[in-house]
């Protein structure tokens, strides 16, 4: 499913390429040192709170799946380094 439907299918009305940039951004903010692997091995103690920070941001229960997709999705792309 594309991210714009999967947006969509939470309330979430705005550009996929828009969302990706907010959650690269927070990212950067909240876990400027970390890698994308060390982040997402440690779901609980730091993916939670950060998919919890994502929502509030977009006002809409988006599901963790969807957040950390666009993390590795970004990471692929080059958005996100793969060190730390």
Known sequence: MLL???L???GVDVDPQEFR???CELYRIL???WSVDRFLCEPTEHGTP???TVRRR???D???RVICGELLNARK???LSDEE
């Open 77 to 79: 792309d080059g958005m």
């Open 4 to 6: 714009k439907n999967k």
């Open 21 to 23: 940039e907010v959650v």
């Open 8 to 10: 969509a299918g939470c």
């Open 58 to 60: 977009f006002r809409a």
């Open 31 to 33: 876990y400027p040192c």
């Open 62 to 64: 988006i599901p963790d």
């Open 50 to 52: 950060f998919c919890n």
